[in-house]
């Protein structure tokens, strides 16, 4: 759980499309949805100032409330692109590049995006979450590769680790992908050199968490990171019927359960942004896979994961 002043993510987003800018990128930053989140995040910012100077009124409260999904949306991505460019800047370019193409197209909300359209589709967001994912790794110590299958790999130890990520659109749609990772991952599996390596599906539960970009009310972080577990838990166990067969099977050796959101922590007025994980071990009781409970140690001290 992170507190970030909407300054710092302005900020943080400028230099963020000034690099893409250097990779060549400015006609497709000119045509993306993160200029419009920079104009939100300048509303953020002028709120900010106005309710430090005591010269909140009614009107700007009510402004504010018509367009929470919209600074919802601004302050989530933006924080996640902010940190990629940060974590991958150093990436070669033909394999960064690309994707970042992709990550800047879009609908402005992820309630606007259509899997059958190709001008909104839910595409760059999912490439967004695969650049997360690197960038998590890397921030952790390790060093990811990006692939197309599997979308991200990297080694713990001296284990080969493939990650598949998926994103799905609706609560229906969970148990389906699961499934369809666990495929992909097998097969990657089998196809590749080194008997050891093993895979990990990740599911990024964000647009399922708050469809309708709502901030959630709390008073502590610790009150804002338990319900996250608990929500996630909840999608665990609902999704039993889809990873339960994956159990002890083949190479996989473990799910990684993934939601971002933003909080209005009302005790002190301000937006928190949380991110939290929760860990399914796919290995027999009792023990789970050596690189699968190393991955977890590296992650949990450079993020929160549960």
């Not at 590749?192 to 990740?202: F, K, L, T």
Request: aromatic content about 6%; proline content about 6%; glycine content about 6%.
């Amino acid at each position: 759980m992170a507190t970030i002043p909407f300054e710092t993510v302005l900020d943080g987003l400028m230099g963020a499309l000034a690099r893409c800018r250097d990779l060549g990128l400015t006609a497709e930053v000119e045509r993306s949805r993160f200029l419009t989140y920079h104009e939100d995040l300048k509303a953020l910012v002028r709120l900010a100032t106005a309710a430090r100077g005591g010269d909140l009124t009614p009107q700007r409260v009510t402004d504010a409330v018509a367009h929470r999904r919209e600074y919802v949306a601004a302050l989530v991505e933006s924080t996640h692109f902010t940190e990629i460019m940060r974590s991958l800047h150093d990436f070669d370019r033909e394999i960064l590049r690309p994707r970042l193409i992709n990550v800047l197209r879009g609908p402005r909300l992820p309630a606007d995006e259509d899997a059958t359209s190709k001008t909104n589709s839910n595409g760059p967001r999912s490439t967004l979450f695969e650049l997360n994912v690197a960038a998590i790794l890397r921030d952790a110590g390790l060093q990811p590769e990006l692939a197309v299958h599997p979308d991200v790999r990297c080694r713990v130890g001296d284990t080969p680790l493939f990650f598949e990520c998926k994103r799905p659109i609706s609560e229906a749609r969970v148990a389906k992908r699961i499934t369809e990772a666990g495929q992909q991952l097998q097969a990657d599996l089998a196809a590749y050199a080194s008997v050891d390596a093993c895979g990990i599906i990740v599911l990024s539960l964000a647009k399922l968490f708050s469809p309708s970009q709502t901030p959630f009310p709390i008073n502590t972080q610790r009150a804002a990171q338990d319900f996250l577990n608990g929500w996630l838990g909840a999608i665990v166990v609902d999704t039993e019927r889809a990873w339960r067969p994956l159990v002890g099977a083949g190479r996989l050796i473990g799910i990684l359960f993934h939601v971002a959101a933003v909080f209005v922590n009302e005790a002190k007025g301000r937006f928190d942004l949380g991110q939290w994980w929760i860990g399914l071990p796919l290995t027999e009781h009792p023990g789970v896979h050596p690189a699968y409970a190393r991955l977890g140690e590296v992650l949990q001290a450079s993020a929160d994961l549960s």
